[in-house]
């Protein structure tokens, strides 16, 4: 099986952010337990603007907005990573989201939500996943919430249940490659 290339979106940009963990997480996971390269995209080096236009239609685009394009072009599929903000995604995830277009089509993507709380993020996913179903990306049926994050994950992303969280995390890695097979078989196949 050839080598893929997993782009892992960490969606939050506050400081003293948790969910950053996990993402740290995935990419050791990844890294770790398959031969795939994976890498952070992370938005709080991004600082991009508030949203005014799809980049397609910008005449001068920033350099970071092309950059972050082909990095998700490049990729095979995504993992966001993204916190709940009173029951949603946060503004940085969104100002991605619409900035993009073709990027997203079709683009096999998995999503983990984070919170404080006990619930796992779990009001955010759903939003989330229609959002990105709206915008023609294959977001894949299967879920990685992560409730109380800070007593989960330390800032190295190691997670304090690993036996627990590797089985999980298994499950949902092998959903995202199941899907990024398949985009491939479609696209050698016609
Ligand atoms: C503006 C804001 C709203 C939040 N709303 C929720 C919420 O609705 N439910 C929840 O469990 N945690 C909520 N939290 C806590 C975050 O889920 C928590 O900070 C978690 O660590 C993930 O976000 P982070 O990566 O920015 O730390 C909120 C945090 C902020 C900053």
Sequence with gaps: MES?????ISASVRKGRQSHNVALFF????????????SIADLKDY?????????RFLENPPEQV???????KQADGLIIVSPEYNGGFP??????IDLYYDEWRRKPIA?????????GGAQALTSLQFQLWKIGALTIPAMFPVPNVSSNYND???PADKEGTHKRAANFI?????????????????
């Design 47 to 55: 600082h991009f603007p508030v949203f005014e236009e799809r980049l």
């Design 156 to 158: 190295q992303g190691e």
């Design 27 to 38: 990419q050791n996971f990844l890294k770790e337990k398959y031969q795939v390269q994976a």
């Design 4 to 8: 893929k290339h997993i782009l892992i």
């Design 66 to 72: 092309i950059e972050l394009s082909e990095r998700i």
């Design 91 to 96: 503004a940085s995830l969104k100002n991605v």
């Design 111 to 119: 999503i983990s939500t984070v919170s404080a709380g006990g619930f």
């Design 174 to 190: 092998n959903e995202l490659f199941y899907w990024i097979e398949a985009k491939k078989l479609k696209q050698e196949n016609g």
